[in-house]
Nanobody, 124 residues
Framework: VQLQASGGGLVQAGGSLRLSCANSGRTFSTYTMGWFRQAPGKAREFVAAIRGNSGDTYTADSVKGRFTISRDNAKKTVYLQMNTLKPEDTAVYYC??????????????????WGQGTQVTVSS
């Protein structure tokens, strides 16, 4: 499984970006896909995740109502639509793939595969 994240960039506060993560694996639809982020000097934190078969989604409280995760299994791609961006959303965003059991979907250690990260910078 190889993950390629893209879509990051520089945006003003209040703006929007859509991140994409393409998966080269043949079993994409079976994986839970997650987005995590890491700001300088801070630990990596959970942003959102989406189950493979059920499509159930999970979103961090800090981005709920502003970020939406979705997936297109035919394109083997997961998206993170980010609206109403804030300076505190500035971070490197990583996509991940795995099969976390219930209760562990927000834990980075539950994911087996990681993309290279894409920088998101929100200016005030």
């Amino acid at each position: 499984v190889q993950l390629q994240a893209s879509g990051g960039g520089l945006v003003q506060a209040g703006g929007s970006l859509r991140l994409s993560c393409a998966n080269s694996g043949r079993t994409f639809s079976t994986y839970t896909m997650g987005w995590f982020r890491q700001a300088p000097g801070k630990a990596r934190e959970f942003v959102a995740a989406i189950r493979g078969n059920s499509g159930d989604t999970y979103t961090a409280d800090s981005v709920k109502g502003r970020f939406t995760i979705s997936r297109d299994n035919a394109k083997k791609t997961v998206y993170l639509q980010m609206n109403t961006l804030k300076p505190e959303d500035t971070a490197v965003y990583y996509c991940a793939a795995g099969n976390p059991i219930l209760g562990r979907v927000r834990l980075s250690s539950a994911y087996n595969y990681w993309g290279q990260g894409t920088q998101v910078t929100v200016s005030s």
